[in-house]
């Protein structure tokens, strides 16, 4: 009796430590990816940092100095609201 009693106290702090807070993360992230819109600025996992100039379903183009990039929404690392948030995050 125990024994399970451990294994099922184990597997409740196993949900509450990792499961739990990974859904909730993606969840802030999924929805950070379908608010984004024309103009905002964001930086994806490979460090580009542009400007979004059109939404797709399932891409979006972004504006960096003079190139244009057509990147996966999942992509998108963060949305940059001040440019002082960049320097921050190094």
Same mark, same amino acid.
């Given at each position: 009796?125990?024994?399970?009693?451990?294994?099922?106290?184990?597997?409740?702090?196993?949900?509450?430590?990792?499961?739990?807070?990974? #859904?909730? +993360?993606?969840? %802030?992230? $999924?929805?950070? =990816?379908?608010?984004?819109?024309?103009?905002?600025?964001?930086?994806? &996992?490979?460090?580009?940092?542009?400007?979004?100039?059109?939404?797709?379903?399932?891409?979006? #183009?972004? +504006?960096?100095? %003079?190139? $244009?990039?057509? =990147?996966?929404?999942?992509?998108?690392?963060?949305?940059?609201?001040? &440019?002082?948030?960049?320097?921050?995050?190094?």
């Amino acid at each position: 009796m125990s024994f399970m009693f451990t294994m099922v106290l184990m597997m409740v702090i196993f949900y509450f430590l990792l499961i739990r807070p990974q #859904t909730k +993360r993606e969840k %802030e992230r $999924k929805k950070m =990816v379908e608010a984004l819109k024309n103009g905002d600025s964001v930086v994806t &996992r490979g460090g580009i940092v542009g400007s979004v100039q059109s939404v797709k379903s399932d891409t979006i #183009t972004l +504006r960096s100095l %003079e190139s $244009k990039f057509e =990147v996966y929404k999942d992509s998108v690392e963060r949305v940059i609201t001040d &440019r002082a948030d960049l320097k921050e995050n190094k």
